[in-house]
């Protein structure tokens, strides 16, 4: 089974700084995807970035990057350059790779930007 | 704009009652996956359709059931309702059903379901 956790409930940014939101992962597959989405205060959910495990560079997407550490089970989403509609909620998403690509989410960390 | 369509977008009903929520997927997505977003289980994997059939099941109760149609749109029935049933439900789309890259699901606005 897989489980995703993010330890960070809330996290607070200045405008215009980065910002890293942590997330690990548990898996025993060989091939996964690792995703991260983005929740308004509107409710739907936004893709933002995925990730392979086979993938060897950290993937990027605009101002959003994951840095991610196989050995350490971790991929971390990092923002660069805070914007005041990046305030949401975040989640970390993982999903197998062979069979069904249903994604188990994390619970998620409140992002808030300040001006 | 996902492209995914959710109606109805509220719905207040009572206990014991019975819901219909509709899905219409992206236009070419053959998978509908539904999940439910709620405040004590956060975001949980209801099932998952693919081309009409059904592939994998999460933590769905029994008292939920769903069906992909010809035309690609899928219900989510929800019967005997409790208050704990109260949550958003999200259908999300992608398409294809597994293997290589993984394809992106699209979600679209979510139906909030209240249970008084």
């Known amino acids: 089974a897989q489980k995703i956790t993010q330890t960070q409930p809330g996290m607070f940014v200045q405008e215009k700084e980065a910002v890293t939101l942590d997330c690990t992962y548990d898996?025993?597959?060989?091939?996964?995807?690792l995703f991260w989405y983005k929740q308004p205060s509107s409710g739907e959910m936004i893709f933002l970035i995925y990730?392979?495990?086979?993938?060897?560079q950290n993937a990027t997407e605009g101002r959003y990057s994951l840095n991610f550490q196989k050995a350490r089970k971790s991929a971390n989403l990092v923002i660069s350059a805070s914007q005041l509609g990046d305030s949401a909620m975040y989640f970390c998403?993982?999903?197998?790779?062979?069979?069904?690509?249903?994604?188990?989410f994390g619970a998620g960390t409140i992002l808030r930007v300040k001006s | 704009d996902s492209g995914v369509t959710q109606t109805p977008k509220h719905l207040i009903t009572a206990t014991g009652q019975r819901v219909t929520l509709r899905c219409s997927p992206r236009?070419?997505?053959?998978?509908v996956y539904w999940y439910q977003q709620s405040l004590d289980q956060g975001l949980q994997f209801l099932i998952h359709?693919?081309?009409?059939?059904?592939?994998a099941k999460g933590n769905i109760l029994e008292r939920f059931s769903a069906q992909q149609f010809p035309d690609l749109h899928s219900e989510l029935n929800l019967s005997s309702l409790e208050l704990g049933d109260s949550a958003l439900y999200f259908c999300a789309s992608s398409a294809e059903l597994a293997g290589g890259r993984y394809n992106e699901q699209f979600f679209g606005p979510g139906t909030r379901l209240t249970v008084l």
């Open positions: 236009s070419g997505d053959l998978s």
């Open positions: 990730q392979g495990s086979y993938d060897e």
């Open positions: 898996t025993s597959d060989q091939s996964y995807g």
């Open positions: 998403a993982m999903s197998p790779m062979e069979y069904g690509n249903k994604l188990v």
């Open positions: 359709y693919y081309n009409g059939e059904e592939r």
